[in-house]
């Protein structure tokens, strides 16, 4: 099993810039891809971006993708989501989540592990 913290979350003014980070103890960290989803209010949780295990590849959502920069650093057992521009309609709960392994990553429920998530807010 592996658990995971999400830090970094807070509030910002539309075009600024967070950092999310995603701390995982439990379990070998390179074992396992890494991603965040979010979940606005009244709305599903949805797919953000995700990173394979070895960190050779990433996949990014098209609502956020150049605006979004995932990473990992499987040294210091953290994952890392630089949002830049950040938008009102970025506004929702960001989620890590942790799986042995996928294809189906935009799918949340092929995700065995999840942090408690942390609050993102972008006022306009």
């Known amino acids: 099993q592996v658990q995971l913290v999400e830090s970094g979350g807070g509030s910002v003014q539309a075009g600024g810039s967070l950092r999310l980070s995603c701390a995982a103890s439990g379990d070998t960290f390179s074992n396992y891809d890494m991603g965040w989803f979010r979940q606005a209010p009244g709305k599903e949780r949805e797919f953000v971006a995700a990173i394979k295990w070895s960190g050779g590849r990433t996949f990014i959502a098209d609502s956020v993708k150049c605006r979004f920069t995932l990473s990992r650093d499987n040294a210091k057992n953290t994952m890392y989501l630089q949002m830049n521009s950040l938008k009102p309609e970025d506004t929702a709960v960001y989620y890590c989540?942790?799986?042995?392994?996928?294809?189906?990553?935009?799918?949340?429920?092929?995700?065995?592990?999840w942090g408690q998530g942390t609050q993102v807010t972008v006022s306009s």
């Open positions: 989540a942790a799986t042995p392994s996928t294809s189906y990553y935009i799918v949340s429920r092929e995700w065995h592990y």
